[in-house]
């Protein structure tokens, strides 16, 4: 296997006296997407946040492409190539998708990667293009959802964050969307780390998979041996 482009070692964030993530610790590999599956509360997006920088670690390492990054501000995390999708789906309602993918590509004066980037987003999501000069306020919540992966594109990423992508869509959307972020995966080799509470979805899609509770990583394996585990299988797919 090739070295990891992304380890986690040890890491502790805290909100005031709070300790949300305990000593978590792990890795994700070129071309990997590997999933954090959780119950509510259990920390997925403060470990999340706490590698786009967001929010600053008290304790550990976060180290990208070779270079320890934990602490650092967020727009320079995102120029070391990674991005981060927030749950929600964050589109800026006013502005045109067109805009809003712009926004995506702040951190690049770099016009040909641009226009490179936008015509690859289009190419995914063919929708966007439609409906380029739109609000994004007035689109449906699975394209409101397209286009906050979009946007994460534009800056051009090595790894993408994965909020909760599946949130409030229907199991059809769930389906569409995860299997764009599947082609993206194997046609541009694009690495993600996905934490979703659709559990099923999630390990269908990534080869590796964490389980977080209250704040620590509680289990991790093979995303098909993690699929036929029954803690698996009775806490996470709903299966008694
Ligand atoms: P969810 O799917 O509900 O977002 P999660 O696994 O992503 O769950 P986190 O949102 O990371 O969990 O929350 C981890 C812990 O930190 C929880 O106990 C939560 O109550 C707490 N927490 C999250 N955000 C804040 C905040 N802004 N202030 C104080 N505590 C917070």
Known sequence: MTEPILTIRNVESFYGPIMAIRGVSLDVHVGQIVSILGANGAGKTTLLKTVSGVMDPEKGKIIFDDQ???????HKVVQKGIVHVPEGREVFPLMTVDENLSLGAYTSSNKGQIDHDRDLVFSYFPILKDRRMQEA????????????IGRGLMASPKIMLLDEPSLGLSPLLVQEIF???KRLNTEQNMTMMLVEQNANAALDLARHGYVMEVGRIVMDGA?????????IQNFYLGVQ
């Open 137 to 148: 306020g007035t689109l449906s919540g699975g394209q409101q959802q397209m286009l906050a």
């Open 223 to 231: 995303a098909d041996i993690l699929m036929q585990s029954d803690d």
């Open 68 to 74: 320890e990054i934990q602490g650092l501000e967020p």
């Open 179 to 181: 299997g764009i972020l």
